[in-house]
């Protein structure tokens, strides 16, 4: 049973890397681009609005991010060191202007919090980075047990992994120890352990984000696949309504 999933999941990775899947364009490609010498700011694009990625249209939140990062007036918000001393009702109005925060208390607050936190603590994303020897497993132990709960929503299970896998891939952040970065399972990837027998249909409702994960975990054991690196593909393979054919 399990080679059987395996094979599924080769075949599944390929079908993701050869445009079989339908559209296949993350949400997090719709960014600035960034050029060496922006890191930090890069770093910060691709975490602050990570945190208020709950239950919402991904697609939209980054549009959103990326018209607040072109306007020369609300771009400040990736500059933890100004967020860490604005006010947080001009935050508020920087952050609602093209609708990064939906929420005008609970996701401004989440916003300056991990802000301050990075600002006061390290000093910078970089410096946090250096800190733990760019390892994820210490990252892993910084975020979500030393300041937890300093890091609203970005510290749970789900959205942590999913924050390194972007990390990783997006902002240019090469962490040591990355094989073990979990799969992150949100609905999309709830639905494919079923379907592909990882969990069953009452396991999907009863398990926990941590048991499911680990769950992918035993599976991917010695199969050279990481856990992390089948997000993509079932997240489309769902998203696009299982129109490949295993």
């Known amino acids: 049973m399990t080679e059987l999933i395996i094979n599924k999941c080769r075949t599944l990775l390929e079908a993701y890397k050869s445009g079989k899947l339908g559209q296949t364009k993350m949400p997090e490609d719709l960014n600035p681009g960034f050029s060496e010498n922006e890191q930090e700011l890069r770093v910060a694009y691709f ?15 980054w549009e959103s991010a990326l018209n607040t990062y ?21 935050l508020r109005n920087l952050l609602i202007k093209y ?14 919090r ?5 600002f006061n603590n390290f000093g910078s994303f970089q410096n946090m980075f250096k800190q733990v020897d760019y390892d994820y497993l210490k990252l892993k132990q910084l975020i979500q047990v030393k300041y937890k709960k300093d890091f609203p929503y970005l510290s749970g299970p789900k959205i942590f992994n999913y924050w390194c896998f972007i990390l990783k891939s997006y902002a240019g952040v090469n962490l040591r120890n990355s094989e073990f970065i979990e799969i992150a399972p949100d609905t999309h990837v709830t639905q ?7 969990i069953n249909r009452e396991e999907s409702e009863k398990l926990s984000k941590e048991e499911i994960s680990k769950r992918w975990r035993e ?3 010695d199969s050279g696949i990481n856990p992390i690196d ?4 079932l997240w489309f393979w769902s998203r696009n309504g299982f129109i490949f054919q295993l």
């Open 99 to 112: 609708k990064v925060a939906l929420q005008p208390n609970k996701h401004i607050d989440t916003w300056q």
């Open 192 to 198: 494919c352990s079923v379907i592909l027998g990882v």
């Open 230 to 233: 089948m997000h993509p593909p």
């Open 219 to 221: 599976v991917l054991k």
């Open 47 to 61: 975490t602050l609005p990570m945190a208020l990625n709950y239950q919402r249209d991904s697609y939209k939140l």
């Open 70 to 90: 072109r306007d020369i007036e609300t771009k400040k918000v990736f500059d933890i060191a100004k967020v860490s001393q604005i006010n947080p009702e001009e």
């Open 114 to 118: 991990i802000s301050k936190t990075i």
